[in-house]
């Protein structure tokens, strides 16, 4: 489509001088940049802002958001990746080095632009993390457009970003929102007690990613890791940019014609009954294409027999009905999956590794525990000999002082426990060490 900036009628003219700017000449060692066309560019956007004194308008360098008109403007340019090859990333900032698998680069600061989003009423969600059982991107749906001059003849084209990709079979890709997760604040690798916006801060320094990215902006609203994706998200062959080329990336919320009803749902489960899963499955089919972002709240009755019925009716209906979206666990709970563990793990001879194993066991006064420590000697076999050394716990704050004492290598802990513990008994020895290990296998027996 042509590009015409009805909404920033006010720096049209910075805009074109932009979009149709010679790219300079590469100097040695260096690739060509339209930096410097930017830079002027908002210039001039910033003193027509400060002469009209529009309130409603932000800028910062390379970019501009307009609240009225909901609308961010960034600045680009092109990268010369290969027509045809895999692309990962739709927009990275300059600081990445990603620029031979993404679209654009920009130079914006993504903590700004972060800013920017929100200035113009976007709230950002949560992007994956595995850590902390977020597996479905969240957060506010974006559409995406890059604005470029495709031919020195014609008006600059504006073309949405799902259509510079194409699918193995060659076809353009569907169209697809993008999904405002927002980077997540991480310590700074230099100053302790202070935290940085992750995408301003480490690699791969993304804007906006085509997989499950925890270190991003912008995702897709579908699961997928890099490896499994890779090579479904392709460089349009047909579209063909010079390196360097000026480009602005234009972002809005996506109409809401065009935007998927979603609804948050507690599913509170007191007891065996599983009355309130027949209930949500009902309200799923009524609710026509809604999205039931589902957030289990396990009581403190149920027995450790009930969470894992409980944990495999949920696995079944996330794998089979599409508009499920399980979130991750209310706080002081496990996530549901630890109730469904995978139970070749159950033996150690079958376990990639040898993780902590904590038993507990019933006594007249109550619960008290067993720590399993499991080393792995080789020799020339290749088959290790498992030995244990065995640490009875009998009170869980003697349990986290050995752990405050002894950090774990490995991140995952197996529990072992009887079928009939009541969910408040297993919470009093692991509700605190939820964040030590992110996860957590919880086996059952007699």
């Known amino acids: 489509m042509t590009f015409i ?46 002469d009209a004194g529009k309130e409603h308008i932000m800028t910062a360098p390379f970019l501009v958001a307009d609240r009225e008109a909901r609308e961010v403007l960034v600045f680009g340019e092109m990268t010369g990746m290969i027509l ?14 990603q620029d031979y698998e993404a679209l654009m680069i920009t130079w914006v600061t993504p903590s700004e632009l972060h800013a920017a989003l929100e200035f113009i009423g976007l709230e950002p969600g949560g992007a994956v993390n595995t850590n902390t059982h977020r597996l479905w ?24 970003a799902h259509e510079w990709i194409t699918r193995p079979d060659g076809e353009i890709m569907e169209y697809m929102p993008w999904v405002f997760t927002g980077a997540p604040m991480l310590p700074h690798p230099q ?41 479904l998200y392709n ?30 749902h507690t599913l509170t489960l007191p007891s065996a009954d599983p009355a309130p899963i027949e209930s949500l499955m009902e309200s799923v089919q009524e609710a ?12 403190p009755e149920l027995t450790l027999a009930d969470l894992r019925l409980f944990a495999n009716k949920l696995n079944v209906l996330e794998q089979e009905e599409e508009r499920i979206r399980i979130e991750p666990p209310v706080a002081g709970q496990l996530y549901y999956q630890a109730f469904a563990p995978p139970e070749r793990f159950r033996e150690r001879s079958r376990r990639p590794s040898q993780p902590l194993e904590i038993h507990l066991h019933r006594e007249e006064e109550g619960f008290r525990a067993t720590l399993f420590e499991i080393q792995e000697l080789w020799d020339e076999t290749r088959t290790p000999t498992l030995v244990e050394e065995r640490r009875p716990l009998d009170t869980p704050a003697e349990w986290l002082a050995y752990l405050e004492a002894n950090d774990p290598l490995i991140r995952v802990l197996f529990v072992f426990a009887p079928d009939d513990i009541r969910h408040e008994d297993l919470n009093e020895w692991l509700s605190e060490v939820y964040s030590l290990f992110p996860v957590i296998y919880v086996y059952g027996h007699n």
């Open 191 to 231: 100053i302790e007690d202070k935290e940085v916006y992750g995408a301003d801060q480490f690699s791969p320094h993304s804007i906006a990613s085509t997989f499950n990215l925890h270190n991003t902006m912008f995702d897709l609203p579908v699961q997928g890791a890099k490896t499994a994706v890779y090579g």
């Open 5 to 50: 900036p009805d909404l920033f009628k006010l720096f049209t003219q910075a805009l074109l001088i932009f979009l149709q700017s010679e790219i300079p000449e590469p100097e040695a060692g260096f690739d060509p940049t339209s930096r410097a066309a930017a830079v002027e560019a908002h210039a001039a956007i910033v003193d027509s802002i400060e």
């Open 137 to 160: 991107p969240r957060g506010d749906s974006v559409d995406a457009s890059l604005i470029v001059q495709m031919d020195e003849n014609e008006e600059p084209r504006e073309i949405p």
């Open 235 to 264: 460089r349009n062959k047909a579209l063909e940019t010079r390196h360097g080329q000026p480009v602005i990336l234009r972002l809005r919320p996506t109409p809401e014609d065009r935007r998927r009803p979603e609804r948050d």
């Open 84 to 97: 045809g090859d895999p692309v990962e990333f739709f927009v990275i900032t300059d600081m990445s080095g």
């Open 288 to 299: 026509g294409s809604t999205l039931f972002w589902v957030t289990p709240d396990f009581g």
